[in-house]
């Protein structure tokens, strides 16, 4: 079921005159960046009177996972055009936040409005398709966001059939939900979940929904050599698609991965890459529910010039949330999942070198304090951004200086459901895809 501005209209005549007459209503640059303009059927149609905007495309920004659902009273409902689009995106140059904005309309059941909404991104594809959880009171449901087009498409419960079938059961709000493009398929996507086993003896269980197919599907997931289980599912605080495959991080001890489209009969293969030596936190230390938000502050995983990167800051006690001896921030490289030591050494940088940098107080950042590992910029794997209080800033670790810091104020509030992907994470951009005559919608919407 997809739907657009005409379809949560109400099926009105003003939906319709809007649909028909978008230069009426301003539109305002400001919210989106001038490649997204003309995704818009309004856009379409301004593109032919108007010539292109000379600014350059930007590559990737740092987009807020807590969606932005405006009230009557927010000047950004007013922007989304009545009739014509269900989202739009507010893009700005990084560090500054960018945010999803939803019509608030987008709701399981658009005419109830017994409970709060909330939304929150779960994974963000290059292509500009958006897997989004949308809670309203406490009941989640999945769609899945066609920024091109600008509509929603509401993902059906995994049906009895399946569950009966294949001993699954329901989507699980504390597991990560992943999202990756089927190469199999183009224009096409797979949303799924990893369902660990509580035992060596069962099988771990990948749950996905095909857009080719419109259904959900369950595969038993082989182990690849090492006898490794998940010591917490809970715990697994991620998951991101890389090299066409589904990637879950847990920042205790290690990195699962699997090819979700392996063919049938096989099993995909379900692989471990345990973190790098002296990084593996041993027992169920990692889960204590002091340390556990240590962990989660102090480690990422992130694609950075095409490899998984791991960042990981040393020489803090996990005992005491401060301990000034003497930190310092690593990185570690993937470069082969397949061999004994998956991992190579890329640098050690000791924030004493940093705090002492002119740019650093010159940002408005406090020397001394730690702040909190975010994201790794998507083109250069020596800038790593990191959050202190309320600034969002990158550090290019080659040179040890502050290159850009900026306010990233972020509605926390909304974070009770928050799975799968950090809070702000990095959003590679490509251009729209190109638009066939006749061609109205995306594939995710049929």
Known sequence: MSWSGPELAEGSRDGQEAEQEPESVPRRKSWSAPELAQWSRAGKEKEQEEPESSEPQRKWVALVSVVVLPSNEDERAHEIIPGTDMLMLDLNDPPLPSYLVLHPRVAPNPRRTNGPLSAYILAADRSGCILLQVVEGNRPDFFLCNTHTRTVTILPPVSSYTQANDGVGLIFLDLSMGLIADPQHSGHYVVAQLHPSTSYSQPNKLIYYSTATCRWFARNLSRARQQVRMRNPDSEIGVLAHDGRLWWFSPAYGVFCC??????????????????????????????????????????????????????????????????????????????????????????????????????????LQPGEVPDVA????????????????????????????????????????????????????????????????????????
Not at 376 to 398: E, I
Not at 403 to 425: F, G, K, M, N, T
Not at 433 to 440: R, V
């Open 375 to 446: 994201l790794v910029d998507p083109n250069d794997h020596y800038v790593v951004y990191f959050f202190q209080g309320s600034k969002l800033f990158g550090l290019d670790l080659r040179e040890k200086k502050v290159v850009a810091c900026e306010e990233c104020l972020i509605d926390r509030d909304r974070l009770e459901y928050q799975s799968s992907r950090p809070i702000v994470d990095a959003w590679e951009l490509s251009p729209p895809p190109p638009i066939l005559s006749g061609d109205d919608d995306s594939s995710t919407d049929e």
């Open 259 to 364: 090819d979700p489209f392996t063919p049938v009969p096989e099993s995909p293969a379900l692989r471990f890459i345990p973190l790098p030596a002296g990084s593996e936190m041993a027992g169920h230390v990692a889960f204590d529910r002091v340390i556990k938000p240590l962990v989660r502050k102090r480690r990422c995983v992130r694609p950075s010039e095409g490899k998984l990167r791991f960042v990981e800051i040393r020489g803090l006690s996990y005992k005491v949330p401060v301990d000034e001896s003497n930190p310092t921030v690593w990185m570690w490289t993937l470069v082969d999942p397949e061999v004994p030591n998956p991992w190579t050494f890329e640098y050690e940088v000791a924030f004493a070198e940093i705090w002492k940098d002119e740019t650093y107080a010159a940002a408005g």
